[in-house]
């Protein structure tokens, strides 16, 4: 059974980056679609960066060209480095695996396993 437990969430000011770190266990990273997600108090969980079992990497438009998604298998650690953050990046990020490639997609809404959840938090 896969695990994931996030860390690295805090507070930034805009303009300031964090980077997040998702561990994985219990089973194989590199087979897992793996996935980065968000939800504010009050909104909808949203996508926000997947990165699949050969690398291929897909962001939502709003982080575009500033959050930046990695896996490390050697580590079994997948990060997002979050970088010119804005008030409206502040939401609890979860982390989330699915087996294989089907659909490996910050548009998917099923995932087997998730993680707990780290906070974050933008000032302007």
């Known amino acids: 059974q896969v695990q994931l437990r996030e860390s690295g969430g805090g507070s930034a000011q805009a303009g300031g980056s964090l980077r997040l770190s998702c561990e994985v266990s219990?089973?194989?990273?590199?087979?897992?679609?793996l996935g980065w997600f968000r939800q504010a108090p009050g909104k909808e969980r949203e996508g926000v960066a997947t990165?699949?079992?050969?690398?291929?990497?897909m962001y939502a438009n709003s982080v575009k060209d500033r959050f930046f998604v990695s896996g490390d298998s050697a580590k079994n650690t997948l990060y997002l480095q979050m970088n010119i953050l804005k008030p409206e990046d502040t939401a609890m990020y979860f982390c989330?695996?699915?087996?294989?490639?089907?659909?490996?997609?910050?548009?998917?809404?099923?995932?087997?396993?998730w993680g707990q959840g780290t906070q974050v938090t933008v000032s302007s």
């Open positions: 989330a695996a699915e087996r294989g490639n089907w659909g490996c997609s910050v548009n998917r809404k099923t995932f087997r396993a």
């Open positions: 219990g089973d194989t990273f590199s087979d897992f679609c």
């Open positions: 990165i699949d079992t050969v690398g291929t990497i």
